[in-house]
């Protein structure tokens, strides 16, 4: 079912509950609740955290803006009253941690879901069952802190976590379960590898799956093909397991962890102490949702520089830009420390986290049921290419979306950009000849790909091999097709990486020209002999659309130079060649990331500003602020306020001849959002 049917589904359900469901019952009644964009908050407890001040816990809660909780609740540590033999009791806790925070969290509107560790069992109970454990290569097992590592095949994870589970859902109505170092880990909190398990329980399963005998992590190459194969096996089966048990007690508590199958909300973590790339929650979100469209993301946003430091944080304003991308994309706000907050000593991330929250907690009407009003799909191919143009695309304000050939509506893109395009199938070729017949435009960087029509089926002649000092004359003409004043201080453009040469295409278009060969020392030598008539772009219409061809990976370039001529190159192609009839744009620095949505039954739609500046090697600070944003936006109705939502303030615009709506923001600090409402 698409997202959006479902959301529409689950927001009718959600209102009709409204009026039925008190306040204590926090909707945990709500059917496929998770897929309405929440705020969770991750306190992974410590046992010592049983003491703390509950009622306080819950306001800290509230004030940060979080309206589910991630909460420990057994595993490793039982911190409720648990009857099972074999189920550690926090030694800390008094009476009932769980069951006393649960109904006070429950009043005031918040959603618990229980975490659960089963990946560890405490020394004691470990001795008493070697058949539960996990066996390094070297035969032994692994004893951590006196916690010892479980085995997956084994009987606790097998059997005994069934019991707790069924024990802990049955006591307590929580909204959501959360499983915690799931599958087969060959490595300690320590990063020791400990290699593959070679417990007896793997070892039969394992042959009974492919007859082979189970390798250690070196061992021979199909065997650890089969290995990867049989542990996919063994975790669908086990969440299989989970959903029946769970499902069976409360069919609309939420099923979350870091797998996909069998479950409602899919858990990553965002943990690297100076971010993972500007853009790193933008695709991991984007495509995890493109990838799994019944499902959400908590994308966690670790409080935490590594595992190895737990108790100190990582820039406070590096928790800005990881939040505010899944909250663009459409996925849960997710904010992941140890502890509860009244205890932390690295305090200074939960403000800038906290304003997220805030906001989004504040403005959820124009938040929660959007969908993307992107004219640029990017087909979504994991590489340097890609992360070429996803840098390129944002920083020229061109709001775009992951998409995938074969699952994504191409239909409501303008343009689609294909990175590494020798890596489309003869499948995508036959979805992609007849986008461009209706009207489609699209845009290839790479080799072209045989089954591709589109592009008038071109020869290969040759694949020109990465060199050193390969450039692309952009000659007069060109700058005349790319109608860009930025260009014409550019002449040439070093070109870096393979070049495919193709024999000329009938009706098509040629621009730029390959320069190859130049000499690059002594000095005195260092000049161009010649210009090649190998053309470095070309163009032609295909029914109602055009496809365009740049022959080399352009995005790959970018990565790695940065060079502005590339920029201009690519996304000149998508407005002056391809003329993709973009409704947003944004006339400020290239630091800021435009993001634009749209609501699904056209009441309003907005454009979405993080200030990407405050940023220094790996220091990053508070954005600089920057002055005078103006946002043009092809408004689909008439107008009837337009507004930024931080402060809720009416924002001067007008309307250009073209119908066109210019809107002025003042000062754009950490982020913003121009809400455009229209008329009813």
């Given amino acids: 079912m698409p997202r959006h049917l479902l959301l529409l589904i689950i927001s009718t359900l959600f209102f009709s509950s409204f009026l039925s469901v008190g306040v204590g ?75 006393t925070v649960l109904p006070k969290l429950h009043a005031a509107n918040i959603k618990m879901i229980g975490r659960f560790d ?33 085995c997956l095949m084994g009987g606790y994870q097998q059997d005994y976590m069934f019991k707790i589970l069924d024990e802990a859902v049955m006591k307590y109505p ?42 250690k992590h070196d061992g021979d190459a199909k065997a650890l093909t089969k290995l990867k194969a049989w542990q996919r096996a063994q975790i669908d089966a086990q969440f299989r397991r989970v959903r029946e048990l769970v499902k069976s007690i409360r069919p609309n508590i939420a099923i979350c962890t870091y797998t996909e199958e069998h479950i409602d909300v899919i858990r990553k973590e965002s943990g690297q102490p100076i971010g993972e790339g500007h853009w790193g929650n933008l695709e991991r979100a984007q495509s995890t949702l493109m990838k799994n469209p019944t499902r959400q993301l908590a994308n966690a946003s670790n409080h935490f520089h590594q595992m190895i430091f737990r108790h100190s944080g990582v820039a406070p304003y ?28 690295d305090r200074a991330g939960l403000g800038p986290a906290g304003d997220v929250y805030r906001f989004h907690a504040a403005n959820d009407q124009w938040l929660l049921d959007t969908e993307s009003a992107a004219d640029v799909g990017l087909v979504y191919h994991a590489g340097e290419d890609f992360a070429g143009w996803v840098q390129m695309l944002s920083e020229s304000h061109v709001p775009f979306d992951l998409v995938s050939v074969t699952d994504s509506e191409l239909n409501r893109y303008q343009t689609l950009v294909v990175p590494q395009s020798d890596r489309l199938h003869k499948d995508d070729a036959r979805i992609l000849d007849p986008y461009v017949a209706r009207g489609g435009r699209l845009l290839l960087s790479g080799k072209v790909p045989e089954s ?73 030598k260092c000049y161009i002999h010649s210009i090649s008539d190998i053309p470095g772009m070309w163009y032609r219409k295909h029914g109602q659309g055009a496809a365009l061809v740049l022959p080399y990976e352009i995005g790959r370039m970018y990565a790695e130079w940065g060079s502005q001529t590339h920029a201009l190159l690519a996304v000149g192609s998508i407005d002056q060649l391809l003329k993709t009839p973009r409704r947003a744009s944004v006339e400020t620095s290239p630091l800021v990331e435009v993001t634009h949505r749209r609501d699904r039954e056209g009441r309003f739609e907005w454009v979405g500003l993080l200030n990407h500046t405050g940023q ?34 009416a924002l001067q615009h007008h309307q250009e001849p073209n119908g066109q709506e210019t809107i002025t923001l003042p000062q754009l600090n950490e982020f913003e959002i121009v809400l455009v409402e229209y008329a009813d």
């Avoid at 020394?123 to 066996?135: I, M, P, T």
Wanted: hydrophobic content about 35%; glycine content about 6%; some cysteine.
């Fill in 25 to 99: 019952d926090a909707f945990s009644d709500e059917p496929n609740w998770w897929m309405t964009p929440h705020r969770m908050l991750q306190t992974n407890l410590r046992e010592v955290d049983a003491t703390m001040d509950t009622d306080l816990y819950v306001r800290e809660v509230q004030d940060f803006g979080a309206n589910v909780v991630l909460f420990s609740v057994g595993g490793i540590v039982a911190n409720y009253p648990t009857a099972l033999p074999y189920h550690w009791r926090n030694t800390y806790m008094e009476s009932d941690l769980v069951g």
């Fill in 118 to 150: 089963f990946s560890k069992i405490n020394e004691q109970f470990a001795a008493k069952h070697s058949d539960w454990l996990y066996v390094n290569e070297q035969g032994q097992n692994v004893n951590y802190n006196g916690q010892v590592h479980t």
């Fill in 174 to 215: 929580l909204d959501g379960v959360f499983f915690n170092m799931i599958g087969f880990p060959q490595t300690d909190y320590s990063r020791v590898h400990h290699g593959v398990c070679q417990c007896e329980n793997c070892k039969s399963s394992f042959k009974a799956f492919c007859g082979l005998d189970l390798p």
């Fill in 318 to 345: 590096l928790h800005t830009r990881r939040l505010w991308q899944l909250m663009m994309s459409g996925a849960w706000l997710d904010f992941y420390c140890m502890g509860p907050l009244q205890r932390l000593e």
């Fill in 452 to 524: 591709l029509t589109c592009t008038g089926s071109p020869k290969l002649i040759k694949t020109w091999p990465e060199r050193h000092s390969m450039y692309l004359k952009i000659r007069p003409e060109d700058k005349q097709l790319i109608a860009l004043d930025a260009l014409k201080d550019y002449d040439l453009s070093h070109l870096r990486g393979e070049f495919h040469e193709y024999a000329p295409v009938p009706d098509s278009q040629t621009l730029l020209r390959l320069v190859h060969d130049v000499t690059y020392g002594p000095p005195e």
């Fill in 616 to 649: 220094l090697a790996a220091s990053i600070h508070a954005p600089v602020p920057i002055p005078n944003v103006t946002v043009h936006l092809k408004t689909s109705d008439r107008v009837k306020q337009i507004r930024g939502l931080t402060d809720g303030s």
